[in-house]
């Protein structure tokens, strides 16, 4: 049996940064991260934005983490290896090849993965999914020899896959079930802008239609909708959502509905572990309420937090705000904030037409976010410290 003082699951960013913490204060502890991606921790933001469009692109343009960092600061990383199972009251680990670990404290930064509809031809050849680097290496194979694609979905990948696969002058439709885009986080009036901005551009728009199945042999030929219509493509990215990725703890209090529940310090139920980023649910301090976030920043903070207090020489509470960006055509768009509640009151300075605006969202007399478009660095910090200073933090 092997032993370890940390054990890190998942090699994604927040995993990469876990192990980066732990080292910072604690350079002796043992330290393990196994990780099932066959590539060192990459920059999955780029697999549906720049990766996608430059067919030349090779993996190491990705590379977050190189191995080397791992060798050099004394970090056993296993990449292509899985746990398979985990006991928390032995603290156990087994591998896929067997082998036992047993460590102190762990670190879950397992993520997400993407959500199936629950429709026929799911599993059809050339019904694909957009998470890891080997999606991305197929999806741009495969879409250069085919004539219709279909992209399943209006939320943020669903946008970047279109619009970066128009970049590539590709024929690209997309089915979402709302009247707008990113109808989630965005205001009636931006939605129908972002729409339009789409269709400009290209994109045919099939709104307000759900996906009732996929139909073909063995590979896709027709999708249906809801509403009764077939429509031709032998190409169909589904991008209807993620879901957190907690198949090793299911059944135990570290998993819930939402995610893995943690602390302020982001450690579960089980002392002495830790769970971050896409897997975890958290109190957020700044916004209130529990909340689990899917995004970049998100699973990097959290995994330098989490590995600082997995040492015990540090107790930091997690507390930055909800924030991500996402890039489309040549929009690029930062929310600060928290944008899961409609807004009783919008404000925008700017306007859409020269994609240059900052939109504040209120809840009563609350600001609860700010979408900066085409913002600089300056500004989208300067909308960070503007909300953070509104809401007294
Ligand atoms: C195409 C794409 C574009 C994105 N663009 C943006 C963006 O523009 N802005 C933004 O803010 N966010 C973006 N995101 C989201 C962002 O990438 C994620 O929030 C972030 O990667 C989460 O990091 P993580 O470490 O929590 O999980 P992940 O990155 O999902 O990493 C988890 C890792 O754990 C591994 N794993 C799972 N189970 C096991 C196991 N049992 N054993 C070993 N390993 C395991 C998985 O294989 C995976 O490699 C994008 C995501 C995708 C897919």
Redesign the pocket.
Same mark, same amino acid.
């Given at each position: 049996m092997i032993q370890r003082d940390y054990l890190v699951?998942?090699?994604?960013?927040?995993?990469a940064s876990a192990c980066e913490a732990v080292r910072q204060h604690d350079k002796r502890g043992t330290l393990m991260l196994?990780?099932?991606?066959a590539f060192a921790p990459y920059k999955?933001?780029l697999?549906?934005?720049g990766f996608l469009r430059d067919k030349n692109a090779a993996p190491n343009k990705l590379t977050q983490v190189n191995e080397q960092w791992f060798s050099t600061h004394k970090v056993d990383a296993r990449f292509a290896?899985?746990?398979?199972q985990l006991n928390i009251d032995r603290r156990l680990a087994v591998l896929g090849n067997g082998e036992t670990i047993e460590f102190n404290k762990a670190c879950l930064?397992?993520?997400?993965r993407p959500v199936r509809p629950p429709v026929a031809g799911v599993g059809l050849g050339n019904v694909i999914y %957009?998470?890891?680097l080997r999606d991305a290496f197929a999806l741009r194979e495969m879409a250069e020899h085919e004539k219709n694609i279909m992209i399943v979905g209006g939320g943020?990948?669903a946008c970047?896959t279109a619009a970066s696969l128009r970049q590539m002058k590709l024929k690209v439709s997309m089915m979402h079930r709302h009247a707008s885009l990113l109808n989630r986080y965005l205001d009636p009036d931006t939605g129908a802008w972002l729409t339009s901005y789409f269709a400009k551009n290209g994109v045919n728009l099939l709104m307000g239609e759900s996906l009732n199945g996929f139909e073909g042999k063995t590979v896709l030929r027709n999708i249906q909708t809801k509403s009764g219509s077939r429509v031709a493509a032998g190409l169909a990215v589904v991008a209807c959502g993620?879901e957190p990725?907690l198949?090793?703890v299911r059944n135990t209090p570290l998993s819930g509905p939402y995610g893995s529940p943690v602390t302020e310090y982001l450690e579960t139920e089980e002392k002495g572990i830790y769970a971050?980023?896409? %897997?975890a649910f958290y109190p957020d301090r700044l916004m209130g309420g529990m909340r689990r976030?899917?995004?970049?920043?998100?699973?990097r903070d959290q995994?330098l937090v989490a590995g600082a207090n997995m040492t015990g020489k540090k107790r930091i509470r997690y507390e930055q705000l909800p924030y991500?960006?996402?890039?489309m055509f040549d929009l690029r768009l930062d929310f600060v904030g928290d944008f899961s509640l409609p807004a009783t009151r919008v404000e925008m300075n700017g306007t859409h037409a020269k994609k240059k605006f900052t939109t504040r969202y209120w809840q009563g007399e609350r600001l609860r976010g700010i979408l900066v478009s085409g913002g600089t660095p300056k500004e989208i910090e300067g909308a960070k410290a503007e909300l953070r200073e509104k809401l007294g933090k």
């Amino acid at each position: 049996m092997i032993q370890r003082d940390y054990l890190v699951i998942g090699g994604g960013i927040g995993g990469a940064s876990a192990c980066e913490a732990v080292r910072q204060h604690d350079k002796r502890g043992t330290l393990m991260l196994i990780a099932a991606e066959a590539f060192a921790p990459y920059k999955r933001w780029l697999l549906s934005k720049g990766f996608l469009r430059d067919k030349n692109a090779a993996p190491n343009k990705l590379t977050q983490v190189n191995e080397q960092w791992f060798s050099t600061h004394k970090v056993d990383a296993r990449f292509a290896t899985v746990v398979t199972q985990l006991n928390i009251d032995r603290r156990l680990a087994v591998l896929g090849n067997g082998e036992t670990i047993e460590f102190n404290k762990a670190c879950l930064a397992m993520g997400s993965r993407p959500v199936r509809p629950p429709v026929a031809g799911v599993g059809l050849g050339n019904v694909i999914y %957009l998470r890891t680097l080997r999606d991305a290496f197929a999806l741009r194979e495969m879409a250069e020899h085919e004539k219709n694609i279909m992209i399943v979905g209006g939320g943020l990948l669903a946008c970047e896959t279109a619009a970066s696969l128009r970049q590539m002058k590709l024929k690209v439709s997309m089915m979402h079930r709302h009247a707008s885009l990113l109808n989630r986080y965005l205001d009636p009036d931006t939605g129908a802008w972002l729409t339009s901005y789409f269709a400009k551009n290209g994109v045919n728009l099939l709104m307000g239609e759900s996906l009732n199945g996929f139909e073909g042999k063995t590979v896709l030929r027709n999708i249906q909708t809801k509403s009764g219509s077939r429509v031709a493509a032998g190409l169909a990215v589904v991008a209807c959502g993620a879901e957190p990725n907690l198949t090793l703890v299911r059944n135990t209090p570290l998993s819930g509905p939402y995610g893995s529940p943690v602390t302020e310090y982001l450690e579960t139920e089980e002392k002495g572990i830790y769970a971050i980023g896409d %897997l975890a649910f958290y109190p957020d301090r700044l916004m209130g309420g529990m909340r689990r976030q899917t995004h970049w920043e998100n699973a990097r903070d959290q995994g330098l937090v989490a590995g600082a207090n997995m040492t015990g020489k540090k107790r930091i509470r997690y507390e930055q705000l909800p924030y991500f960006w996402t890039e489309m055509f040549d929009l690029r768009l930062d929310f600060v904030g928290d944008f899961s509640l409609p807004a009783t009151r919008v404000e925008m300075n700017g306007t859409h037409a020269k994609k240059k605006f900052t939109t504040r969202y209120w809840q009563g007399e609350r600001l609860r976010g700010i979408l900066v478009s085409g913002g600089t660095p300056k500004e989208i910090e300067g909308a960070k410290a503007e909300l953070r200073e509104k809401l007294g933090k």
